[in-house]
């Protein structure tokens, strides 16, 4: 198996990260607190949340010509720039909508009104927005729906499975770049280039909302119509979602102002204060970039920084998984399960999925919590699990998800919560 590549940020670069976030380690009570539940909503930074107030404080109509008006609209426009960069969407149109999910039933269901009695696929794993969107479209538009089956070992989707699925009648295929309970990501680019060849004229949605804070996006590497991501999960602010959809896609029948361009798919007025916010995400990834290279094209430096990223996240994994010389990690403590990393290798993101042999994993939570560290458990009494926990053959897991302005120390300090739980001394 190949050995997964990490590498720690240096400490100038941690220090400076560390001072951009809020709520690093004190929750808003002022209460110590590790915040390792960025998988249901990232730790954001400083800046998006004062260029989101600064441009809600503004009255004026974008669509005038003085010169505030101007000002905010090229907000709009940067804003724009920057979500195409960071996608690499150099065609096609981008879509907003107040959440992912919107945008999701929006693509899919454009998408399977372009044909009548075929069939979608989709996945085991997909989150409820994409899975719920193939269903409902499905029954609206006559098409029979096929879900690909994940391995319970690995919690994916391989490749085979999809392709199995797919013939001459398949209208849209729909996967998820990473798992939000498993951590497993997927190749797309890899499986993307295996549909179009089983099936050139079937499109390819992605949900790419958990994928998006943790590695590269390339839409026009990876080929696909349709993909979606969600600020508030990447550093950012809740109450906007953005998507990508390919020039083959962008023009269909779609909920529009008439009198608007035919691949416009932004109905009403767009919130400005969205676009700014995003610019300052987009500014922070490019900072990490310019740590490590010197060039100043935006997509190079967006690269890079996301590149870091992946690299910390990854060394983040291994102590978590391994722990150091003086402390063992998960893989290593009595009682504890640590799933799907083994199976998934160097494409596990940073997403633990835990079950202890002594405890449920409420309780888990409850105790981790007791001692200042937020998680989450995954139970398949929640809709939004339930049928990806069945797909792995896991009733729960309780979800350990940090992010990249996390330290070791931070993993080491629930290493030693965790090993008190596992130990029973807690
Ligand atoms: C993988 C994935 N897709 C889609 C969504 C939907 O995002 P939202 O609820 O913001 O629409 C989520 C949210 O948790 C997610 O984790």
Redesign the pocket.
């Known amino acids: 198996m190949p050995e997964r590549n990490a590498e720690f940020f240096n400490h100038e670069l941690q220090k400076k990260i560390t001072s951009q976030f809020l709520y690093l380690n004190e929750n808003p009570n002022g209460n110590e607190r590790l915040f390792f539940e960025n998988?249901?909503g990232s730790l954001r930074l400083k800046s998006t949340v004062e260029a989101q107030a600064k441009m809600s404080s503004l009255p004026d109509c974008p669509e005038r010509t003085h010169d505030i008006a101007l000002d905010i609209r090229k907000a709009i426009e940067d804003g724009t720039k920057d979500i195409r960069l960071f996608l690499n969407a150099k065609d096609g149109s981008i879509a907003t909508a107040l959440?992912?999910?919107?945008l999701?039933f929006e693509m899919v269901t454009t998408i399977a009104a372009a044909k009548q009695n075929g069939n979608i696929v989709t996945t085991a794993i997909e989150?409820p927005?994409?899975y719920d969107a193939c269903q409902f479209a499905s029954e609206q538009y006559n098409h029979e729906l096929r879900v690909a089956e994940a391995d319970p070992e690995s919690g994916s989707i391989p490749l085979e499975n999809i392709l199995a699925l797919i013939d001459d009648e398949t209208v849209l295929v729909s996967i998820?770049l990473?798992?939000?309970i498993t951590g497993a990501m997927h190749n797309i680019e890899q499986y993307a280039k295996a549909i179009r060849e089983k099936n050139p004229s079937a499109y390819i949605v992605v949900?790419a909302?958990?994928g998006a804070p943790h590695g590269v996006i390339d839409v026009d590497a990876w080929k696909i119509d349709a993909l979606?991501i969600?600020p508030?999960?990447m550093f950012g602010n809740?109450g906007v979602?953005f998507a990508y959809l390919s020039d083959r896609v962008a023009s269909f029948p779609h909920h529009r102002l008439l009198a608007t361009d035919k691949d416009n798919w932004n109905v009403g007025s767009p919130t400005p204060a969205n676009f700014a916010a995003f610019t300052k995400v987009i500014d922070y990834i490019c900072e990490i970039g310019a740590f490590y290279t010197s060039s100043t094209d935006r997509r190079t430096l967006i690269v890079e920084g996301m590149h870091r990223i992946h690299l910390q996240e990854q060394a983040l994994l291994n102590r978590l998984l391994n722990g150091t010389a003086g402390r063992p990690g998960t893989k290593q403590m009595p009682n504890v399960k640590v799933h799907f990393e083994e199976a998934n290798g160097i494409s596990q993101d940073l997403i633990l999925a835990l079950t202890f042999d002594n405890i449920s994993c409420a309780k888990a939570v409850e105790k981790y919590g007791n001692h200042n560290i937020l998680l989450f458990a995954r139970e398949s009494s929640s809709h939004?699990s339930r049928r990806i926990l069945e797909a792995v053959d896991l009733d729960a897991i309780v979800r350990v998800s940090p992010i990249h302005c996390h330290t070791a120390k931070d993993v080491d300090r629930f290493l030693e919560v965790t090993q008190l739980i596992a130990e029973d001394k807690i």
């Not at 959440?99 to 919107?102: C, I, L, M, R």
């Open positions: 998988a249901g959440t992912a999910s919107k999701m989150h927005s994409s998820i990473t798992s939000n949900d909302v958990q979606n969600a508030y999960k809740r979602g939004y």
